[in-house]
């Protein structure tokens, strides 16, 4: 199970990616300005973040991608974010997969990308925030999810 987890990982920072690229750049910012929140505000995006962790839309968005990596079985599609690059794998492997159809993923596709606009335009003053964050300041905000992923990963061994 260990390939899940770091698919899953990688799934993980793909999406901060994503989300990311959503928010406003901030502008205001010179080579010579060091990207750090205020430790207030920190704390405060800390706080959120867990809040965001426990969100219908998130839970749901997180809920459909464990489904769509476990019933691929280990097996290594080229994408599970992007229906265009999973759906014809999915057509030439559906067989070595738990899918039943691909009208099946098509659905589960649809449902997380309404659950993820839903979720990342909720939580956009969030992400808003931890665009100013440090890379340590971000790494302290992402853990609680780098460890639930851990753990669900490791109860599934």
Do not use: H
């Amino acid at each position: 199970m260990k390939k899940i987890n770091i698919v899953y990982v990688f799934f993980l920072i793909v999406q901060f990616g994503f989300v990311q690229a959503q928010v406003q750049p901030n502008t205001n910012q010179t080579p010579s300005n060091k990207r750090e929140l205020p430790e207030k505000e920190f704390e405060e995006v800390k706080l959120m973040y867990l809040e965001m962790l426990d969100s219908p839309n998130k839970v749901k968005f997180d809920s459909i991608s464990s489904l769509l990596i476990k019933n691929c079985r280990g097996l290594n599609p080229p994408s599970f974010g992007n229906p265009n690059l999973f759906i014809p794998w999915l057509k030439e492997n559906i067989d070595q997969t738990d899918f039943t159809s691909i009208d099946q993923v098509k659905l589960l596709f649809e449902e997380m990308s309404a659950a993820g606009v839903a979720w990342i335009e909720e939580y956009r003053p969030l992400y808003a925030l931890m665009a100013k964050a440090s890379r340590e300041q971000l790494g302290e905000i992402m853990k609680p999810e780098l460890i639930r992923t851990e753990a669900y990963y490791s109860s599934e061994k």
